[in-house]
């Protein structure tokens, strides 16, 4: 009788993690099309007072056992994680700068408080008083269920590894509570899972509670005359070889999210403050809150339309049949064309031309950069880029560095 019941608990249970993983999914969706009509949604004015009340909140949260992280000690007892200022905040993500143990960092939730993020209740009614708790495998059938949910991807158990805590032990229901509160934000996954494997993207630090800190570096902008700071010594040519060389950075992490991943990883928000630039002039995408693999990306642009224009989710472009009044599933434009329009076109139309490349070089480096950025051309027929504009900009590029290298000599 007792193991009939059980069973049947066991099933309830699977039910109320389907169930859980079904209500997260249409949030997901519907947040989506939130963004797509009202961009400008939910953003408020970033402001000190505030951002110390929400750092505030988490200690006590802390101190009061409803989380933890490898980071609340250093913020909320020993004083070496110290917030500096409110860098933004926008549909309700909070970005603060911090110094930890002398080193820049940024702070990221995409919610202020940990209480507005849904518990696990399921499973913590499914273990009851004076239970074992949930098994190890419905533990990872939920989190597979998440990273489905934001990522559209199914991993293997390996491979979750770093978004759920290792074993049970001391502090196990914080240590899941604020697992489960950094498991519902899309950037945290990203980053928690393509750290190990991409140069491009910032590795997870360490976090407190729904509060994760990443390397802080100095973002681009639309207010920079180069979008990004270049080099600003004065030196001939400075700026068009720190241009050429982010440039080629640029192209290589439009390769590696196009090739290396089992899916190609698409970027639909791409603008100078989005990335940052290392003292290698290595490109990082700082925020990944509109990036998707591409199963998730057919999900999304596959939407009910009039018009072609109804198909646009912010960078990421597809086309309305208008017969069945549908989107198609797959992206028209490209990582690549975004970037030449957005930031190529920007550099090398005339804002950094240099006197010691050659007219020619920069002649054909601006044809180049304006046949990936508008394919198409006066006919717009077209928003493919033809396969050859990705490796006619690099030889460009890299041509142009060795003119300026050699102006150097």
Not at 43 to 68: H, P, V
Request: glycine fraction near 8%; charge should be neutral.
């Amino acid at each position: 009788m007792a193991r009939g019941r059980a069973a049947r608990c066991g099933r309830c249970g699977r039910r109320a993690l389907l169930a859980a993983a079904a209500w997260t999914a249409g949030w997901v969706l519907a947040a989506a099309l939130l963004l797509r009509a009202h961009p400008g949604a939910l953003s408020e004015r970033c402001s000190d007072e505030k951002s110390r009340r929400i750092l505030d909140g988490l200690c006590r949260d802390y101190q009061g056992g409803w989380l933890t992280g490898t980071l609340c000690e250093d913020l909320c007892v020993a004083g070496q994680l110290l917030y500096q200022r409110c860098l933004y905040y926008e549909r309700g993500k909070k970005v603060l700068q911090a110094l930890w143990r002398g080193r820049p960092v940024v702070l990221k939730s995409k919610r202020e408080a940990f209480s507005s993020f849904p518990p696990l209740g399921p499973l913590e009614d499914e273990a009851g008083p004076g239970r074992q708790g949930v098994s190890e495998a419905d533990l990872l059938l939920l989190v597979a269920g998440e990273v489905k949910n934001a990522l559209g991807l199914q991993l293997s158990s390996s491979s979750m590894a770093p978004l759920w805590p290792a074993q049970r032990g001391p502090g196990w229901r914080q240590q899941l509570a604020s697992a489960w509160s950094l498991l519902q934000q899309e950037e945290y996954v990203y980053l928690s899972l393509l750290q190990d494997l991409s140069r491009h993207v910032l590795p997870v630090l360490g976090s407190c509670g729904h509060f994760y800190a990443v390397e802080y570096l100095a973002t681009g902008s639309p207010h920079h005359r180069g979008l990004f700071p270049l080099d600003d010594t004065g030196r001939q040519g400075g700026q068009a070889q720190a241009a050429s060389h982010i440039a080629l950075s640029f192209l290589d992490m439009v390769s590696h999210f196009d090739n290396d991943f089992s899916h190609r990883l698409h970027l639909c928000d791409i603008k100078p403050e989005n990335f940052a630039i290392r003292k290698d002039f290595t490109v990082v995408a700082i925020d990944v809150d509109m990036a998707f693999f591409e199963p998730k990306m057919r999900e999304i642009l596959e939407q009910n339309c009039t018009r072609d224009e109804d198909c646009n989710f912010f960078d990421c472009f597809s086309r309305c049949d208008l017969r069945a009044h549908r989107c198609g599933a797959e992206r028209v434009n490209s990582n690549l064309q975004v970037i030449c329009d957005k930031i190529f076109r920007h550099w090398f139309s005339t804002t950094l031309r240099s006197p010691v490349i050659s007219p020619q070089l920069q002649l054909q480096l601006q044809q180049a950069v304006q046949e990936c950025a508008d394919p198409a051309g006066p006919s717009g027929n077209s928003w493919r880029v033809p396969p050859n504009v990705f490796w006619k900009l690099r030889w460009l590029l890299q041509a142009i560095l060795r003119e300026l290298q050699e102006a150097e000599k």
